[in-house]
């Protein structure tokens, strides 16, 4: 759905009313759901600060979220954006549910609560309650244990439900590519590991491995410093963020598993490196050497 100027406008009354209602019940001092974005590691900001300069983009240390609001801003509609966006939520906390009053990182937001939205959630019906007990004279229940335990019960769910709906469109993807083995499409990079390159399509956001075993052109390197594949013997480099043209090479519905053939680079992010060698950091060892790590490392990307 296109963000126009009118559904902004809709979700700033949106996020107006939920800010609204949670100042009102903390003003008041009532125990309350709220939904809550912890800060993230000072250590993950400065490795997002690190990798988005390494892509050529100029930016001050993403530790503020004002900075990290104009890169996104900056590398909108760009082959950049998917690798930045992916990174930004990486180095991300989840937002949960919590009576705690710690604030909402994204929004920068001192309370925040969900009290209105498209679809009501149960949170929503546990905060209108709460009013709807005001509104009549009557004091709410003031039992910060229970709400602790309903915040966890509710933030479990939401991540189950979105595991699953991520586990659905996963295999309506596998499914419909299973049917086109063999033809091209573009992606961009958007993980790298001593085994190979993950890959996700540009317009069918299905996201499949590279394995370095395929890249015949040359022995690869991975150098963990600048998260890149480095070749030997010609200096190609692959990263995050590179736009590439791949091949659906085999589907495996069971496993959940999308295996790409390199095509071509469309469009190369920075160098790691200008020597044409591998980098002084690299492992020294030829990428894909570990099946163990290649296996945990895929399940965890599901």
Do not use: W
């Amino acid at each position: 759905v296109e963000n126009t100027e009118s559904h902004q406008i809709i979700e700033e009354f949106m996020l107006a009313a939920n800010e609204a209602v949670a100042e009102k019940l903390t003003d008041d001092g009532i125990v309350f759901l709220r939904r809550i974005h912890e800060s993230p590691a000072p250590r993950k900001l400065k490795t997002l600060t690190q990798f988005v300069r390494e892509l050529g983009i100029h930016c001050e240390s993403l530790e503020s979220r004002f900075e990290t609001k104009r890169v996104i801003a900056e590398v909108l509609g760009k082959p950049e954006e998917q690798a930045v966006n992916l990174a930004v939520l990486r180095s991300m906390q989840k937002a949960i549910y919590c009576p705690r009053e710690i604030g909402h990182y994204a929004l920068n937001s001192k309370n925040y609560c969900h009290f209105t939205s498209p679809i009501r959630r149960y949170p929503d019906l546990t905060v209108h309650r709460i009013i709807d007990s005001l509104a009549r004279g009557v004091q709410p229940p003031d039992n910060f244990s229970e709400q602790m335990n309903l915040g966890a019960h509710c933030s479990d769910r939401e991540q189950r439900a979105e595991s699953a709906e991520r586990e659905l469109v996963k295999v309506k993807l596998l499914n419909f590519l299973a049917k086109r083995v063999g033809r091209h499409m573009e992606a961009v990079i958007t993980g790298v590991e001593e085994y190979g390159l993950f890959a996700r399509g540009v317009e069918l956001p299905a996201e499949g491995l590279i394995h370095v075993n395929s890249l015949q052109e040359d022995r690869y390197f991975y150098d963990a410093e600048s998260h890149s594949l480095v070749g030997h013997r010609r200096g190609n480099v692959y990263r995050m963020g590179d736009v590439i043209q791949v091949e659906i090479f085999r589907v495996d519905l069971d496993r959940r598993e999308l295996d790409l053939r390199m095509v071509q680079k469309i469009k190369s992010g920075r160098p790691a490196t200008q020597s044409g060698k591998p980098p002084s950091r690299s492992t020294g060892k030829r990428g894909g050497d570990k099946k163990t790590r290649q296996k945990k490392k895929r399940r965890k990307r599901k």
